[in-house]
């Protein structure tokens, strides 16, 4: 009994904590709803949110998708873009407690900011106030989606807003709240360097794709 | 239209695989450390790749225009530990200010 208040006390401090993430989530998926819906109509996007709830993959594979690439080239992009998610799995495993099932639904719960909270800084995870913290994230980033898909019609031109800006801006941030020690600081360069010089070279999608080899040259980086 | 529904099967089934793979597969053992560290810089890698995309990208060449100034500001703003959402709203603010006066 004890122990069941005490999860149900974690949880709630960790939806506490994921408000202001939720918030910011909300802004970003209503942009996502808006860039999507000239491609993907008014249902895809919120479906998309609804089972992928990945900011990176989705507007990694929309990205791809508008700048005319295939299918193809935008589930690479995407799957590479959440590949990250195999090391914190891997980092988070022996923090879950129960069954194989229950492993996995703490596990589904998964995202960047819930992740990066539960964390207790000694290698082990608090997987009830990670659940708390992605609560407000999910409701904000279907919600916003919807909203997005809903105004988008009516906003007029979202380069007039500025909402081409939200996408880069919300990458440049969670690139920043990455980017921690000389082996990211390289492969986050390193990374730039190959997209850019790329990107006039090959078809869409192919220089994000190829900035890949610069994780495993920075994995050689001293740290 | 195919084509976006098969991406977001695609990418939903590949999202619960990886998230599942570690705390289902793998149990109490780790990958080889070598792939771990490639694995664990991914993300900055890819991260990095679609911000100058995203900002100087334009189909198959690069520009330079309003968004520059936004994702600059968004920087600046992050160096200054805003939160997120300002950050993010700081950044449509600016590209949309520059375009309404240039």
Do not use: C, H
Not at chain 2, 18 to 32: F, T
């Amino acid at each position: 009994m004890e122990a069941e208040s005490s999860a149900r006390e974690r949880r709630r401090a960790g939806i506490r904590r994921g408000v202001p993430f939720g918030i910011a989530v909300f802004a970003i998926s209503i942009s996502f709803g808006v860039l999507a819906r000239p491609l993907m109509g008014p249902v895809a996007p919120i479906v998309m949110s609804i089972f992928v709830f990945s900011g990176s993959a989705q507007f990694g594979a929309l990205a791809v998708l508008l700048a005319g690439g295939g299918a193809g080239a935008a589930i690479v992009a995407g799957v590479l873009l959440n590949a990250r998610y195999l090391a914190m799995g891997l980092a988070l495993a022996p923090s879950l407690p129960g069954r194989p099932l229950s492993r996995a639904a703490f596990a589904m719960t998964t995202v960047d900011a819930s992740w990066a909270s539960a964390s207790r800084g000694d290698g082990t995870f608090d997987p009830w106030y990670m659940v708390g913290v992605s609560i407000p994230q999910y409701a904000g980033w279907v919600l916003g989606t919807a909203v997005g898909v809903v105004i988008g019609p009516v906003l007029g031109d979202p380069k007039a807003l500025g909402l081409d800006a939200l996408f880069p801006a919300f990458f440049i941030a969670l690139l920043f709240a990455e980017v921690r020690g000389r082996r990211r600081v390289a492969a986050a360069g390193g990374g730039a360097g190959i997209a850019l010089a790329l990107t006039p070279l090959v078809p869409a999608g192919l220089p994000i794709l190829a900035a890949a080899a610069a994780a495993v040259a920075a994995s050689r980086v001293r740290s | 239209m195919t084509g976006v529904w098969v991406t977001i099967a695609a990418l939903a089934l590949a999202t619960a695989a990886l998230k599942l793979a570690g705390p289902l597969a793998l149990g109490g053992r780790a990958l080889p450390l070598r792939a771990l560290g490639i694995v664990e810089l991914l993300a900055s890698a890819l991260l990095a790749a679609l911000v100058v995309v995203e900002t100087f990208g334009d189909g198959r060449s690069l520009t330079f225009d309003a968004r520059v100034l936004g994702v600059a500001f968004a920087a600046v703003l992050l160096a200054l530990r805003a939160p997120m959402i300002v950050v993010v709203l700081g950044a449509a603010a600016v590209t949309a200010l520059t375009r309404l006066l240039f």
